[in-house]
């Protein structure tokens, strides 16, 4: 596959230009990506729970388990920044491959890893060009995940049917994003962006916002089952837990029907 050549994307370049230009803060965790370098560790344990509930475990002893629980997974992280989710995951032992559609903020990732012992192969692509790439390839990816993602892409349903045409067949999908409620307006939109400042202007467009039963039938239209809807809350800690709201931030995982 050549990338230059033109096809249909989600990619939407006011986005990424949003991105780009906050890239080299990604491993401040007190600069604009504060949020979620604090979201990170409930979102980790959600795909972890997911994990879990589906009984996916590769032919592993007990032992590796415990000290790396993703051992012998392929995951694929979609939309991965500077890889605050990728290191974390290929710690626990993942094979992972990790995109994004932002160049900057795939060299801020390599940069990062370069002072790890860690190995991911990070791609400059937007899921459906790497599923282009890959497709009629045996190998395909024991869970996909993409966290704070698909409420910035152009086409939900072209995002869904790229992971669908990656996904193993019995592989786990994990979504995370934020709701389209006034809750969620007031917090993720107003407050984080012109109240406490804590992301720049501009973040996130509200009408993109998905609401958990549009999320379930665009992924139920490619044949994946997302069966499990779990809200984030904020602590008093300044992180999140997982809680049965799903007004502002929420996880969905599932699938193949």
């Known amino acids: 596959m050549t990338r230059g050549k033109s096809m249909k994307t989600t990619a939407d370049q006011k986005e990424i230009a949003n991105f780009a230009a906050m890239s080299e803060k990604w491993w401040d965790e007190r600069g604009p990506m504060a949020p979620l370098h604090r979201f990170a560790p409930v979102r980790i344990d959600y795909i972890l729970q997911s994990l879990r509930q589906r009984n996916q475990r590769k032919s592993v002893d007990d032992m590796t ?25 290929a710690r626990l032992g993942a094979d992972i491959t990790a995109i994004d559609a932002t160049a900057k903020a795939i060299e801020a990732a390599k940069v990062h890893l370069a002072m790890s012992q860690l190995v991911i192969n990070y791609q400059c ?59 969620a307006l007031a917090f993720a939109k107003f407050a984080l962006e012109y109240v406490i400042r804590l992301v720049p202007v501009g ?55």
């Open 203 to 257: 973040t996130h467009d509200p009408k993109k916002f998905v609401k958990p039963a549009e999320l379930r039938a665009e992924f139920g239209a490619v044949g994946i089952v997302l069966d499990d809807f779990t809200g984030f809350r904020p602590t008093l800690g300044g992180g999140f837990r997982q809680s049965g709201n799903l007004s502002v931030n929420y996880g969905a995982s599932g699938g193949w029907g």
């Open 125 to 183: 692509c937007t899921a459906e060009e790497l599923a282009q790439e890959i497709a009629g390839k045996p190998k395909k990816f024991d869970l996909i995940y993409a966290s704070e993602v698909i409420e910035h892409v152009t086409d939900r349903q072209l995002f869904a049917e790229a992971i669908a045409s990656m996904l193993a067949p019995n592989g786990t999908v994990v979504i995370t994003t934020i709701n389209r409620t006034l809750p």
């Open 65 to 89: 388990l415990r000290q790396a629980p993703l051992t012998g997974l392929r995951i694929l992280d979609i939309g991965c920044g500077g890889g605050i989710l990728a290191e974390p995951m």
